[in-house]
DNA sequence: TTTAGGG
DNA sequence: CCCTAAA
């Protein structure tokens, strides 16, 4: 409903837009929902390009799919990305049945998360097997569609790494030349870019970026994460030092999977894996390791737990086969759950037990941590308290069992999707306290990724950053994005630190070193563009004083070289941390207060229906929140145009963006969402 | 639901 | 990373 009215109002503009919400809101496809994610952004970012090309004023505060907007060949560009994903889609929508496209749901969430495109390669035999086994689960047969869905996933995965999606830059990449401070953040965003892309693409064949950047240092994992590792509490250590990374993740999401069954099902493959593992010195473990590493999608060993399940064999289970059995075990209990947890949006994924069961315990290949992190959790909580006749042993066995780290982190960790990297197994080699049991180690290429994000659309905007930039991540929410900024930002010195302990500056000082020295220049680039706390409420330099309220300069970059405009001044200058907002001296006015977006119209209260159109002079920075005041000023780069103040209703007012923008008149300062602005647009 | 903040 | 408050 909403949607088509919008997209009826704004049929070309927000077609890039369709695209996400085909996938975010089509509850069908979930599947591909990462898959979609991931192409429309390859795809997007040549349109980015292309609009910086024609000298578009585009900031990047928006999702840079939005600069296509001015211009008609990004647009067609879109368009036809989206008929494909559309293609795709309803290509999956059409599948067999619910449980077939949870299967194959779960695969695709598995391959994606792994970034393995090698992996196509494999896809006939492991799906195969997959479905093989899910088919013997679930005592139902699905092998007839197996053709189709093989092919299937070959085409997302091929589409997904479109070569013509391999563009880089991002928003910032079209800023005009007039942001000046930009220019040079632009420059390396776009390097950074590049090799996010790259690292995508063929995650698989190692660390693009590292490799990429001989200069820099060894660029190793992640500070946060040897600090988290630090953290982790003595207790919590045997825990993940015992049930390596997915198969705890499987014992315990397969627990939580059933009520009743869970007990009787779970305590039995727990104990014995939980024995197995246990046991430093058992070979299995090892063979495991090497098994899991070296036959990476092979689910054959899952159908081999399965016959062995059933005939009675328990003996020499290997940790995935005694997560297959869990895995089993709970999945007949839920037949539907395919359909239920496609509904569901991915954060809420994240949290649904058996969604991860089903998407990624039993990916053999990663994402360990979300179980992880529930066995941490549940072990302790309900486990341990529902008394030791049942799940105790699960979670007292780690306890008990080992004091410290070594093996089992390595081993979860080398199954690691994008960080097989030695300086995983590095970081990982550290005592650890917390609570946070299932730390999911930052690679540097995350970082990257997140510092990239962070360019695009500032901070405060994390779920767009997840959806766009880390869509293949599961394991990483919104928030985490937003708990490791943090934590860049301090351990970039960006932000003066609160605790002055000793301990929080050696972890910080280990964060540091564990990462390459431009990541940290580039934290503290943004941080000064985008200050952390990005709302405006922050930034609101009173009622009385009718400045642009930006959430951060790259808002004004347009025009704003941070010292020139009076009525930016304010906040420039907080961004610069030297004063905080001082307000320039202006006439109290009505602190109308909206965020610009790329394409809109943006209007005005006193100019209702003043349509700005595209042309010369500079533009209303895509994400910029303006006040009528500074519009009517053409204060800063965040006005409308650059015209002499007043603008006049009914002018017309030249913008660089391209498509006329509108200001939006919004009840009350705040951050507004493009998706908002697009409603209040209607 | 999403973000800010504190733990 | 977790949890909670606030919006």
Redesign the pocket.
């Known amino acids: 409903m909403d949607k088509l009215d919008r997209e009826t109002h704004f049929p070309k503009k927000f077609a890039s837009m369709k695209c996400q919400r085909v996938k975010v809101d089509d509850s069908f496809a979930p599947a591909l929902e990462d898959e979609a994610v991931e192409v429309q952004h390859l795809l997007a970012e040549p349109k980015t390009n292309h609009v910086s090309v024609d000298g578009v004023l585009c900031l990047g505060k928006e999702k840079s799919s939005k600069c296509s907007e001015t211009n008609g060949f990004s647009f067609g560009f879109n368009d036809g990305m989206r008929r494909n994903i559309g293609g795709l889609h309803s290509h999956i929508t059409q599948g067999p049945d619910d449980l077939d496209l949870g299967v194959l749901d779960g695969f695709l969430d598995e391959v994606d998360e792994v970034d393995d495109i090698h992996a196509a390669n494999d896809f006939s035999g492991a799906y195969e097997d997959f479905i093989l086994d899910i088919e013997l689960a679930q005592k139902v047969s699905y092998l007839d569609y197996t053709p189709r869905d093989g092919s299937r996933l070959r085409n997302s995965s091929s589409e997904s790494q479109s070569p013509g999606c391999s563009g880089s830059s991002n928003g910032a990449a079209g800023m005009s030349e007039l942001s000046t401070a930009t220019i040079p953040e632009s420059e390396s965003k776009n390097g950074w870019h590049n090799k996010t892309v790259k690292c995508k693409l063929r995650r698989s064949s190692g660390d693009k970026w590292n490799s990429q950047e001989p200069g820099e240092d060894s660029a190793c994992p992640t500070s946060d994460d040897i600090e988290?590792l630090d953290e982790l509490d003595d207790d919590a250590k045997p825990l993940i030092s015992l049930v390596s990374g997915k198969n705890a993740k499987k014992v315990v999401h397969a627990a939580k999977a059933g009520t009743s069954a869970r007990q009787k099902r779970l305590r039995k493959p727990t104990k014995r894996y939980i024995e197995e593992l246990s046991d430093p010195k058992s070979k299995q473990v090892m063979e495991r390791k090497s098994d899991l590493s070296a036959t990476l999608k092979d689910k054959r060993p899952k159908i081999r737990s399965h016959d062995e399940l059933h005939c009675g064999s328990a003996l020499a289970r290997t940790p995935k086969d005694s997560f297959s059995e869990n895995f089993n075990q709970a999945i007949p209990k839920g037949t539907d759950e395919p359909l239920h947890l496609r509904s569901k949006?991915v954060?809420?994924r994240r949290t649904n037990p058996s969604f991860i069961s089903k998407g990624r315990c039993w990916s053999v290949t990663s994402q360990n941590?979300p179980c992880q992190?529930r066995a941490a959790?549940f072990a302790p909580k309900e486990l341990s308290l529902t008394g030791p006749s049942a799940q105790a042993p699960f979670e007292s066995r780690p306890r008990r069992g080992r004091p410290k780290k070594s093996l089992p982190l390595s081993f979860l960790e080398s199954e690691d999707d994008e960080s097989e990297d030695d300086c995983v197994k590095k970081r990982i080699c550290k005592k650890s306290n917390d609570?946070?049991k299932?730390?999911?180690m930052w690679t540097t290429p995350e970082v990257m990724k997140l510092i990239d994000g962070i360019a695009q659309y500032g901070?405060?905007?994390?779920?767009?950053i997840k959806k766009l930039m880390f869509s293949s991540t599961a394991?990483?929410t919104?928030?985490?994005l937003?708990?490791?900024w943090r934590n860049l930002l301090r351990a970039s010195g960006a932000q003066k630190r609160k605790s002055n302990k000793k301990e929080d500056k050696e972890k910080l000082k280990d964060v540091v070193r564990s990462l390459p020295s431009s990541v940290f220049r580039r934290v503290r680039e943004l941080a000064s563009l985008h200050p952390?706390?990005?709302?405006l409420d922050?930034l609101s330099c009173g009622v009385d004083n009718p400045v642009i309220h930006c959430t951060n300069s790259t808002d004004l970059t347009g025009a704003c070289d941070r010292e020139r405009f009076c009525s930016v001044q304010g906040a420039c200058e907080r961004q610069n941390g030297r004063k905080k907002c001082e307000s320039p001296a202006g006439s109290s006015r009505e602190n109308k207060v909206v965020r610009a977006t790329s394409g809109c119209v943006v209007f005005c209260p006193q100019f209702e229906n003043n349509l700005v159109e595209p042309g010369s002079g500079s533009g209303v920075a895509t994400g910029s929140l303006i006040s009528w005041k500074s519009v009517a000023d053409g204060a800063g780069g965040a006005c409308v145009t650059s015209s002499k103040p007043p603008v006049t209703p009914g002018s017309k007012v030249k913008t660089a963006l391209g498509p006329a923008i509108r200001l939006i008149k919004i009840p009350k300062p705040?951050f507004l969402r493009e998706s908002e602005a697009i409603g209040l647009m209607k």
């Open positions: 988290d949006p954060s809420e941590e992190v959790k609570r946070r299932h730390q999911r901070t405060g905007r994390w779920t767009d394991y990483r919104p928030i985490d937003r708990d490791k952390y706390p990005s709302i922050n705040r």
